[in-house]
């Protein structure tokens, strides 16, 4: 069975369970269990990475919830696989063990633990890393849900993931790409969850004309990211900047040179799914909080950009006083103090049509910016 019909069968099983009800929860139950599975085939070769430097790698989920240690099949004495926990455990352990744990990790204690191993030069920055590894991962499951109630039909679609998505398989993990835009763009039909996807077409054509540079180290900002649609628009026009020429450095720059922000619990968990599938090892630049919680001039100077691409949800609402003190007007606005972007910037939004449908307004930059480069 190929990869696209798997995860159609997945989704079938997920139809069967009482718990899961429309696309959205099956997409978000699917979303939560392969970034499980795929961070923990991450930690594989960041085991081995830790190895090569004869130090131990430690992992921010504890053991008992780490997919290998629970979701992953493993074989018996006569060769044949089976689960570590029975159905009729199963989604016990996952709703009383495995979310509570992950959704209150503690960041600090597991970096001091982290930066224990290292030699002293390097503890502040493997606090920073580890920091960022326990945040993604705690930020993801912070509103998730388990939906599923059947242990059953669970492990029917662990069993299925197990067998089809091996992430370090480079041709499964092109194809694994494009089928989770699949599973992005069948978001449209559910509901109001359309809101936080865009076209790809539009997205490529957007970022295109923006054309952000990865020599410039030019940071890219979507303020309401989504499901991530321009961040990864924007990972495929950087990594088309790289040349035979190009160092090491050149590719890791280009996870620096993205940003998002999605105030939204399941688009936030997809978008930090889909990063990892555009290898972004640890997508902590995805941060998941409301953009226009934070007031118009409280933007430091670090936090600026040179580039912001964006489809925000115009018809969403806001509490009273949120985004009260941002401008008005719905063209770009730029303030020599304040705000997200800095001088040499370029915009690119959508602007609302006559119900909220949005259409492209035109990249711009400041006057004697040059457009082409």
């Not at 069968?9 to 139950?29: E, F, L, T, Y």
């Not at 992950?102 to 930066?115: D, G, I, S």
């Amino acid at each position: 069975m190929n990869l696209s019909s798997t995860i159609k069968s997945i989704q079938d099983i997920m139809r069967k369970d009482d718990g899961v009800d429309g696309d959205a929860q099956r997409i978000g139950q699917l979303a939560w269990m392969l970034f499980l599975k795929i961070f923990d085939q991450c930690e594989e070769a960041w085991e081995d990475d830790a190895a090569d430097r004869r130090t131990k790698y430690i992992s921010p989920i504890p053991e008992d919830c780490r997919w290998r240690s629970w979701a992953k099949y493993v074989e018996d004495d006569k060769g044949k696989k089976k689960p570590q926990i029975q159905a009729s455990d199963l989604i016990n352990h996952v709703n009383n063990v495995v979310f509570p744990a992950l959704k209150e990790l503690e960041l600090e204690a597991y970096a001091t633990q982290v930066a224990k191993g290292e030699k002293e030069k390097e503890k502040d920055e493997a606090r920073t890393s580890a920091v960022a590894r326990a945040r993604i991962v705690r930020d993801v499951f912070q509103d998730a849900h388990n939906y599923m109630k059947a242990g059953t039909l669970l492990l029917e679609v662990i069993e299925k993931l197990d067998e089809a998505i091996n992430f370090h398989d480079i041709l499964t993990r092109g194809q694994l790409g494009g089928i989770y835009e699949q599973i992005l763009n069948d978001l449209r039909s559910a509901g109001n969850a359309g809101e936080f996807y865009t076209p790809r077409a539009l997205t490529d054509f957007m970022v295109q004309m923006v054309n952000p540079s990865l020599k410039k180290r030019e940071i890219v900002l979507d303020p309401a990211c989504g499901t991530g649609g321009f961040l990864t628009s924007t990972i495929a026009h950087l990594e088309k900047q790289i040349t035979k020429k190009s160092g090491a450095e050149d590719r890791k720059a280009i996870a620096k040179c993205i940003r998002g922000i999605e105030k939204k619990q399941l688009p936030h968990l997809l978008c930090a799914t889909n990063m990892l599938l555009h290898g972004i090892d640890v997508p902590s630049m995805i941060e998941h909080r409301n953009t226009l919680g934070k007031g118009w001039n409280e933007w430091r100077a670090d936090e600026r950009v040179e580039c912001v691409v964006t489809n925000p949800p115009f018809g969403g609402m806001e509490d009273e006083g949120v985004g009260s003190d941002y401008p008005t007007s719905r063209a770009p606005t730029r303030h020599g103090r304040g705000g997200l972007t800095q001088e040499g910037d370029v915009w690119a939004a959508l602007n609302p049509g006559p119900s909220h449908s949005g259409e492209a307004s035109a990249p711009q930059r400041p006057s004697g910016h040059a457009q082409q480069r």
